[in-house]
């Protein structure tokens, strides 16, 4: 018993979670999290990696992306400065940090660089809702049209069977009548 005591100590005493031994198996783990898309989960995992075994710059970088996704570019910088303190040839981390001095936070003005698209003004953009309530317009008449020549043709078959429906009623008066009177003057039909 008195091992195992001095055994949990020590590690309590260096502050080494109880998992310190397998951290590439929990760095792949917040890799995949961070992949699948839950990256408050992965940051967890990795500021705890972070917090136990600085001076990993791959746990640096990983954590600092997570903080990038998450909004939190001031943190992010500050993971991604650490590892260029360390290693200032690190490629990685020179590609992080330039994506992260492009993204700019909403809200933030960056004075020295110029935009790089020109506003569309006032006036520009009435015109381009005109254009496309214009081309709305057409579509809506263009269909209208349609379905009214499809309306005009089934109107034509209707009117044109019911002509033959008349015809076809008139033939079997006829009939019935020329028969009724034959049948007066004693014809007889089987």
Same mark, same amino acid.
């Given at each position: 018993?008195?091992s195992?005591?001095?055994?949990v100590?020590t590690? #309590?005493? &260096? $502050?080494a979670?109880?998992? @310190?031994d397998?951290?590439q198996?929990?760095? *792949?783990?917040?890799t995949?999290?961070?992949?699948?898309?839950?990256?408050?989960?992965?940051?967890?995992?990795?500021?705890?990696?972070w917090?136990?075994?600085k001076?990993d710059?791959?746990v640096? #970088?990983? &954590? $600092?992306?997570?903080e990038? @996704?998450?909004?939190?570019?001031e943190k992010? *910088?500050?993971?991604?400065?650490?590892v260029?303190?360390e290693?200032?040839?690190?490629p990685?981390?020179?590609a992080?940090?330039?994506?992260l001095?492009?993204?700019?936070?909403?809200?933030?003005?960056?004075?020295?660089?110029?935009?790089?698209?020109?506003?569309?003004?006032?006036?520009a953009?009435?015109?381009l809702?005109?254009?496309?309530?214009a081309?709305?317009?057409?579509?809506r008449?263009?269909?209208?049209?349609?379905?009214?020549?499809?309306?005009?043709?089934a109107?034509e078959?209707?009117?044109?069977?019911?002509?033959?429906?008349?015809?076809?009623?008139?033939r079997?008066?006829?009939y019935?009548?020329?028969?009724?009177?034959?049948?007066?003057?004693?014809?007889?039909f089987?």
């Open positions: 018993m008195k195992v005591a001095i055994i100590g590690g #309590l005493l &260096l $502050g979670p109880a998992w @310190a397998d951290r198996t929990k760095f *792949r783990e917040a995949s999290l961070f992949e699948q898309g839950r990256i408050k989960e992965a940051r967890d995992q990795l500021a705890r990696l917090a136990f075994g001076g710059p791959r640096s #970088l990983m &954590l $600092g992306q997570c990038a @996704a998450l909004n939190n570019y992010a *910088r500050s993971l991604y400065q650490e260029l303190d290693d200032p040839g690190n990685q981390a020179k992080l940090m330039g994506r001095d492009s993204v700019k936070p909403k809200g933030s003005v960056v004075p020295d660089q110029a935009p790089t698209r020109p506003k569309l003004e006032t006036p953009l009435d015109k809702e005109r254009r496309i309530d081309a709305k317009e057409r579509a008449r263009k269909q209208a049209a349609k379905d009214a020549k499809h309306a005009g043709k109107y078959r209707a009117a044109k069977n019911l002509r033959q429906m008349y015809k076809r009623n008139d079997i008066e006829r019935e009548e020329r028969r009724y009177e034959k049948e007066r003057q004693g014809w007889r089987y």
